[in-house]
């Protein structure tokens, strides 16, 4: 279901009254914005490729469907050849280089779950401020690729009016500012690091994107998604065997 002018799709809204029931949006990113959220991935919740499938018998709500995600994918690939002109960064080129190297979600063909049997290898999800889990992914790649959580950032904002602005918190954000700096249109968009992993980013990085710095961001600290996935671990040996 589509926004109505000035409100957010009936989905959030029943997700998180708190976050998507307001009707005034518009508030400025240097003041925090109107909506934060947070997003991760995890390898551990599996699906093996044996397990099949179940016949559909219902709409899936929460989980994006493995061809928008795709979609993204393309889009981001294509953009990459016809980089339009973004916003020059705030922070050094060298520091997002040095941020680069030091995490593994940047590097989307590092292996970080195995496909052998396999065709699920992780979930990404994405959260509101209050950790409520508001959408998901399929990983089926073996690495965290981007598309992942552009694809969920994208799918947020076609249910959200065109006038609000929002903050996503994520272990990489400085990055994945960068990428879509340079291919896609951010003026509604800020990004900024999860709180514990934001000092392990450089110096000019953190000054740039650490939560704790960002006026108007409150208590918002992006560390909602472990929470989220303390409480599935539970799921994670039946995930494995579920025909889905």
Avoid at 83 to 107: H, L, M, N, R
């Amino acid at each position: 279901e589509l926004p109505s002018q000035g409100s957010c799709a009936e989905i959030l809204i029943q997700h998180c009254p708190a976050c998507f029931g307001g009707v005034s949006f518009g508030r400025s990113l240097d003041k925090g914005g109107d909506i934060h959220v947070a997003m991760d991935g995890n390898f551990h919740h599996c699906h093996r490729h044996l397990a099949g499938d179940s016949p559909s018998f219902y709409e899936l709500s929460y989980f994006l469907p493995k061809a928008q995600v795709d979609a993204i994918g393309q889009h981001i690939t294509r953009a990459h050849q016809h980089p339009s002109k973004g916003s020059q960064s705030t922070v050094p080129d060298e520091a997002i280089d040095q941020c680069e190297a030091s995490y593994e979600a940047v590097d989307g063909q590092k292996q970080k779950a195995s496909t052998d049997g396999f065709d699920n290898t992780g979930l990404m999800a994405l959260i509101c401020r209050h950790d409520i889990p508001l959408f998901f992914t399929n990983i089926d790649t073996p690495g965290e690729q981007q598309k992942y959580g552009i694809a969920l950032i994208d799918h947020l904002f076609s249910l959200l009016p065109p006038q609000a602005n929002v903050v996503v918190l994520y272990d990489v954000g400085c990055i994945l500012s960068c990428l879509l700096s340079r291919v896609f249109i951010t003026s509604c968009l800020r990004f900024a690091t999860t709180a514990m992993h934001a000092y392990g980013h450089e110096w000019a990085c953190q000054l740039v994107y650490n939560p704790c710095l960002i006026s108007g961001l409150g208590l918002s600290d992006g560390e909602g998604t472990e929470h989220l996935w303390s409480h599935f671990i539970k799921l994670i040996g039946i995930e494995c065997v579920l025909s889905v």
